[in-house]
């Protein structure tokens, strides 16, 4: 508001004010309503976006789906047990995607950990394992997934504090740079 202005209103009386203030809103009718409609189009476009992010998101998990009911995505536990190459022998869990057999994409470890970790014991010693060769080294060695105490798989959903353990036969896996 400029200095001329602010001494004029100083100088107005309640009535001019009051009157003023009408204007300005007469003013603000017709944008108020553009505005309005301007926010229902954007609920409109961004409802679309969230149909079609969900419709995407379906179709990735029952092509996973059908990828493992099709035996074309192996579990952990085959990677841990083969000696061929499912899975590149030298790749880091972080290079990799793991699925369970409903198409839901897990992460591997607890769920506030910076990496993917599988733990492994041999029922005495307990370590935590990053690369697909340490687990089929160790494997080979004898030693199984979990600790003493939770045998298993430790998995979670990304984005959240839900952790679960699961057998590694249900833990499937896939490239990173796969859909």
């Known amino acids: 508001m400029a200095m001329a202005e602010h001494t004029t209103l100083e100088q107005a009386s309640d009535d001019e004010l009051a009157r003023r203030v009408r204007e300005i809103m007469a003013e603000m009718a017709p944008l108020e309503e553009a505005l309005g409609r301007l926010r229902a189009q954007i609920q409109q476009v961004v409802s ?3 149909k079609r ?3 995407q998101h379906l179709k990735a998990r029952m092509q996973v789906r059908t990828t493992v009911a099709q035996g074309q995505m192996p579990t ?3 990677v841990a047990e083969s000696s061929n190459d499912l899975v590149l022998p030298d790749a880091s869990l972080a290079g990799l995607r793991f699925f369970r057999d409903s198409g839901t ?3 591997l470890g607890y769920a ?3 990496e993917p970790t599988v ?8 370590a935590a394992v990053k690369t697909v060769a340490e687990i ?17 798989v430790r998995i979670h959903v990304p984005n959240s504090r839900t952790e679960k353990i ?7 896996i896939r490239p990173r740079d796969s859909v």
């Open 48 to 50: 679309e976006q969230k």
């Open 53 to 55: 992010e969900r419709s």
């Open 76 to 78: 952990l536990q085959q």
């Open 105 to 107: 994409e897990v992460g």
């Open 112 to 114: 506030t950990a910076r």
């Open 119 to 126: 733990w492994m014991t041999n029922g005495s010693s307990t």
């Open 136 to 152: 089929r080294s160790r494997y080979v060695e004898g030693w199984d997934f979990g600790t003493a105490a939770h045998p298993g």
């Open 166 to 172: 699961l057998q590694a036969s249900e833990v499937f």
